[in-house]
């Protein structure tokens, strides 16, 4: 039987905000890697991690202490984590490493939804495109059930055609997301991959990076970063592009 040895040494100290994972989420991606990278179907227990050590140094941004943040460690760096480890074993290209968190509402209700991006590219497959990756298990409200029940008009959602990476095997494609408030409220997206693209492997392309843009009723627009909140009025479109996955292979392997 063999035996692995995930080593997170060198891994950066707690952080002040809230990306900290708690060692129980590195566990969790790295038992759902190794049951991606397994070729059969296993249980999910803890029977998984029986011949696997892991290794994480304390105070850091995998092993925080009691008191730090850590609500994106949850749903970013598990996906970071996932990314590190698949790119270890050389298994496929990165998704787009983010779950899109978007939260909107004011003292009357509260709204949450994550968004879909890009599937990495493997050797025999190309990336899916619009579809939640990796450390997610959640399904995205219906346009029409969104409309009825909260103050917003979902101006559109649809592909972001060309945003996947180029190669042998192409990158998944990412959504664009584009949501108008028709009341003031407050508005928060915490995401990943906003500053770096989803890397290719093997000589594939990198998808594209996100975006989050503020579009002001008078159409003046603002891009947010990565991580925000911010008060809108009345008539302002959040619109989000998630990011593409990377490609695997060259592209001049297949003559494109």
């Given at each position: 039987?063999g035996?692995?040895?995930?080593?997170f040494?060198g891994?950066g100290?707690e952080?002040?905000?809230?990306?900290?994972?708690?060692?129980?989420?590195?566990?969790?991606?790295?038992v759902?890697?190794?049951?991606c990278?397994?070729?059969?179907?296993?249980?999910?227990?803890?029977?998984?991690?029986?011949?696997?050590?892991?290794?994480?140094?304390?105070n850091?941004?995998?092993?925080p202490?009691?008191?730090a943040?850590?609500v994106?460690?949850?749903?970013?760096?598990?996906?970071?984590?996932?990314d590190?480890v698949?790119?270890?074993f050389?298994?496929?290209?990165?998704?787009?490493?983010?779950?899109?968190?978007?939260?909107f509402g004011d003292?009357?209700?509260?709204?949450?939804?994550t968004?879909?991006?890009?599937?990495?590219?493997?050797?025999?497959?190309?990336?899916?495109?619009g579809?939640?990756?990796?450390?997610?298990?959640?399904?995205?409200?219906?346009?029409?059930?969104?409309?009825?029940?909260?103050?917003?008009?979902?101006?559109?959602?649809s592909?972001?055609?060309?945003?996947?990476?180029?190669?042998?095997?192409?990158?998944?494609?990412?959504?664009?997301?584009?949501?108008?408030?028709r009341?003031?409220?407050?508005?928060?997206?915490?995401?990943?991959?906003?500053?770096?693209?989803?890397?290719?492997?093997?000589g594939?392309?990198?998808?594209a990076?996100?975006?989050?843009l503020?579009i002001?009723?008078?159409?003046?627009?603002?891009?947010?970063?990565?991580?925000?909140?911010?008060?809108?009025?009345a008539?302002?479109?959040?619109?989000?592009?998630?990011?593409?996955?990377?490609?695997y292979?060259?592209?001049?392997e297949?003559?494109?």
């Amino acid at each position: 039987s063999g035996s692995a040895v995930f080593d997170f040494e060198g891994t950066g100290p707690e952080l002040h905000g809230n990306l900290n994972a708690p060692p129980a989420v590195v566990y969790s991606a790295i038992v759902y890697t190794l049951r991606c990278l397994c070729g059969a179907e296993i249980p999910l227990n803890q029977g998984c991690l029986a011949p696997v050590t892991v290794k994480i140094p304390h105070n850091s941004l995998l092993h925080p202490s009691a008191t730090a943040a850590v609500v994106g460690g949850n749903v970013l760096t598990s996906q970071r984590v996932v990314d590190v480890v698949l790119r270890a074993f050389g298994a496929c290209a990165a998704s787009q490493g983010c779950m899109n968190n978007l939260s909107f509402g004011d003292e009357t209700f509260g709204y949450y939804e994550t968004i879909a991006g890009g599937a990495g590219a493997g050797p025999t497959w190309h990336g899916r495109s619009g579809v939640h990756t990796h450390m997610t298990n959640t399904r995205i409200t219906d346009p029409e059930i969104l409309e009825r029940r909260y103050p917003v008009m979902l101006r559109e959602f649809s592909l972001r055609k060309g945003s996947g990476g180029h190669g042998r095997w192409h990158g998944g494609d990412g959504v664009v997301r584009d949501i108008e408030f028709r009341k003031p409220m407050q508005v928060s997206i915490l995401s990943e991959r906003r500053a770096t693209r989803p890397y290719g492997m093997a000589g594939g392309g990198d998808g594209a990076k996100g975006q989050n843009l503020i579009i002001m009723p008078g159409g003046h627009t603002i891009s947010l970063g990565g991580k925000a909140s911010i008060a809108v009025e009345a008539g302002t479109r959040f619109r989000l592009l998630s990011p593409g996955g990377g490609a695997y292979g060259a592209a001049s392997e297949d003559g494109a």
